[in-house]
């Protein structure tokens, strides 16, 4: 049993390298506290202050931090496999190389966060998290659960989204250029003025999305379900659209010159813009 530093006021103390393991910190105030690769397996951190605090390679494996407040927090490197961060404020926070793996981020803040390089977070849930200018370019969600989460202008470029549920999100102005989205569950999603230049949508669920003005010159949806989704002023051109299904789809001023249409599903005749 570790100690009970719960309710503390911490704030500026280090605590690099020291060994916290089950500690029970709840409520304390550790703002711009130094816990450089300190062991925090297993502690209770649930509703910590830890603005702008170091964090640095630390070990907090199992933790949690359920509604703690880690804004601009520096988590680069650190290990967040399995804790609990639902409710957290992770805003302005860098979690650059971060491990998250089967982490809980339900409805937790990451607003203008760096989840870049090696972030690992295959596994964990970000249901009901906010987004809004997040930088994740490159980074591996596939499969991540995001359901009703907000990504107004993040920036998921060359990201793979395989088999992630956006399902009901807002991705609205979201730059996902050259992102893989394989099978990705979007659905009924918000992506006006979306920019998808490039990125590979392969069996993508888009039905009932929103994409008024979205671009998606070059890319590859081919197989994808675009069924009752509003394309209003979308651009296609060059993308690949075979076996696509767009019944019920708003087309109207939607560009789809030089895209690929085999076998691509329309309701009444193809759009006025098409390619050979």
Known sequence: MGEDLSGRDLRGHDFTSRDMAGWTLAGANLARSTLYRTNLRGADLRGIDATGAILFGASAEGANFAGA??????????????????????????????????????????SGTILEGKVNLSGATMNGADLRRAKASGAALAGLALRRSNLFFADVSGADLSDADLSESNMIWV???????????????ELYGAAFHGADLSGANLSGATAHGANFRGARLAGADLRGAVLFGASFVGADLDGAD????????????????????FDRHLPTHVGS
């Open 246 to 265: 767009l019944s019920g789809a708003t087309v109207a001023r939607a560009d789809f010159g030089e895209a690929r249409l085999q076998g691509a599903k």
């Open 69 to 110: 407040c880690l804004a601009r927090t520096n988590l680069r490197g650190a290990d967040l496999s399995g804790a609990n961060l639902e409710d957290a404020d992770l805003s302005g926070a860098d979690l650059h190389d971060a491990n998250l793996n089967e982490a809980n981020l339900d409805r937790a803040v990451l």
């Open 175 to 189: 730059s996902a250029r050259a992102a893989t989205l394989i099978r990705t569950n979007l659905s009924k999603t």
